[in-house]
C-alpha cells in the first residue's frame, strides 16, 4: 500500500476555504485516491476519490497533482459541521482494506 | 437509501458471555469487512468477506470469528470476550474489484468488563 503522509490538525475560519493536502508518493499507478473523513466517533464518511484528474462533488473538490504524488482536499466553504477527522487513503479497488493512518483533524472555528 | 446497519449501537457486557454484533448492508455488495477503532491506533482491519461463503483474516483477527452466509449479513462473533476487545467497532461493504467508495456502519462501541 502506498503510505501516505498528512499534517496531524488544521484550523480553518467559518466560510473559508480548507485546504488539506496529503503526500502519496509511493502511489500505484492503478491506485485511486480517496478521501474520507470522521467526525467525532461517527462512521467515516466517503467524500472524493478521482485517479488522475481533478474531481468535484457536492462536497468538495480534490486536486491531484500531475506526478500523483500528492494531493489537496478543498471543502469551499466550511462549516462548524466540517470539524472532523480527513483521511487521504489510497487503494486500488473497493475490496480491499482501507489504511486510513493519522489523518489530519481540522477544526474549523466561528 | 443505501444505509450499512450496525446492532446494537452500544453494549455493556461482562468477559466470557458471547456476544454477536450483526451487520447488514442493503447494496448488494460483495465485500464486506469489519475495523476496531482504538485511541492512538486508527483503525485496523479484524476479518473481511470477499462474497458469500468466503471470508479472511485482517490485521487483527484474534478473539473473532465471522460468517458469510447471506450477502447482505457479516456479523461479527466474539465467542468469549475479554476486557482488550473493549473498543469502537465498524463494518464496511462495496464493490469488489471497482474504484466505488466502501461504505460505513455507525458503529458499536463494546465495553467489556
Known amino acids: 500500500d502506498a503510505k501516505t503522509t498528512q499534517p496531524p490538525s488544521m484550523d480553518c475560519a467559518e466560510g473559508r476555504a480548507a485546504n488539506l493536502p496529503c503526500n502519496h508518493s509511493?502511489?500505484?499507478?492503478?491506485?485511486?485516491v480517496y478521501w474520507y473523513r470522521q467526525i467525532h466517533s461517527q462512521g467515516p464518511q466517503y467524500i472524493i476519490h478521482?485517479?488522475?484528474n481533478n474531481e468535484t462533488n457536492e462536497m468538495a473538490s480534490l486536486i491531484i497533482t500531475e506526478d500523483r504524488k500528492s494531493s489537496t482536499l478543498i471543502l469551499p466553504h466550511a462549516t462548524l459541521r466540517d470539524t472532523a477527522v480527513y483521511y487521504c487513503?489510497?487503494?486500488?479497488?473497493?475490496?480491499?482494506?482501507?489504511?486510513f493512518g493519522k489523518g489530519t483533524s481540522l477544526l474549523v472555528t466561528p | 437509501e443505501a444505509q450499512v446497519t450496525q446492532n446494537p449501537r452500544y453494549l455493556i457486557t461482562v468477559t466470557g458471555k458471547k456476544l454477536t454484533v450483526t451487520c447488514s448492508q442493503n447494496?448488494?455488495?460483495?465485500?464486506m469487512s469489519w475495523y476496531r477503532q482504538d485511541p492512538g491506533l486508527g483503525l485496523r482491519q479484524i476479518y473481511y468477506?470477499?462474497?458469500?461463503?468466503?471470508?479472511d483474516k485482517g490485521d487483527v483477527p484474534e478473539g473473532y470469528k465471522v460468517s458469510r452466509k447471506e450477502k447482505r449479513n457479516f456479523p461479527l462473533i466474539l465467542e468469549s470476550p475479554s476486557p482488550n476487545q473493549t473498543s469502537l467497532y465498524f463494518c464496511?461493504?462495496?464493490?469488489?474489484?471497482?474504484?466505488?467508495?466502501?461504505?460505513f456502519g455507525d458503529g458499536t462501541r463494546l465495553s467489556i468488563l
Open positions: 464496511a461493504s462495496g464493490e469488489r474489484a471497482s474504484n466505488q467508495p466502501q461504505h
Open positions: 509511493t502511489i500505484s499507478g492503478n491506485e485511486y
Open positions: 478521482g485517479l488522475k
Open positions: 487513503i489510497p487503494n486500488s479497488n473497493s475490496g480491499y482494506a482501507l489504511n
Open positions: 447494496m448488494n455488495h460483495e465485500y
Open positions: 468477506s470477499m462474497n458469500v461463503e468466503v471470508t
